[in-house]
């Protein structure tokens, strides 16, 4: 993890812990949310953008759960299958498509498993529910192999290994779950995750490798859910 990700991490983790002081102390902890103090679960589909990875174009679906813990405090996880294309992947390898000359067998596949603790936030009206989380999990990806014409005409084929082992993320969340008429909610957010990775990408034509140990991707979700008890 470079100096820039343990600062932004630090600061998140920071502003985590002032907000859930700062509405302690001035509101208490008496469990006031937008789900009421229930077991909820829901799903979401949004958006991810990846930030030192080439790979883009990520579509997510996923599935969430959180149990009340204490007052406004609860604990939450959240499974995410993300698909992404992997035409630019050539690129860690040094190869140069402009873009245009690449194909995949199929889009790359990314299954992401959080879990986290949060705090319900008491800011604004009440209906409005935002909250802040933070946590830990891991990801498992299977990137397809890539083919093409460098821009010099030069065929290659890149085989991508990202899965032999488990990626780990640390990441932080933030979000507002909106009443919807008991005991239905929706909810909008935005999520960043840390991912400390291995992936060694190889143009089998060439010999020319390339690395990924780190990126971060941003989530943007709407999603629905229910109270359930």
Known sequence: MTHAHCHVLRVLLAGFLLAGG????AFGEEPARADGGMISAGIRR???WFVDNPIDDGRVVAFHVRHPVYGLWYAAASLDFILF????IP???????AGENASSEGPGQMTVLIVSMGRDL????????PYIQIGVGMSIVDARNVQGVSVEGVPFTVV???DDKPEMIPGVQIG?????????FMEIGLRYDYHIADWSVTDLASGRTGHIDEYTA????VGFGKSLW
């Open 22 to 25: 700062l509405t302690s102390h």
């Open 46 to 48: 949004g958006a991810a």
């Open 85 to 88: 294309e992997t035409e630019s």
């Open 91 to 97: 690129g860690v390898a040094g190869i140069d498509t």
């Open 122 to 129: 008491r800011i604004g009206p009440e209906w409005f529910g």
């Open 160 to 162: 991508t290994d990202a």
């Open 176 to 184: 507002s779950r909106i009443e919807w008429g008991s005991p239905w």
């Open 218 to 221: 941003c989530n943007m979700f």
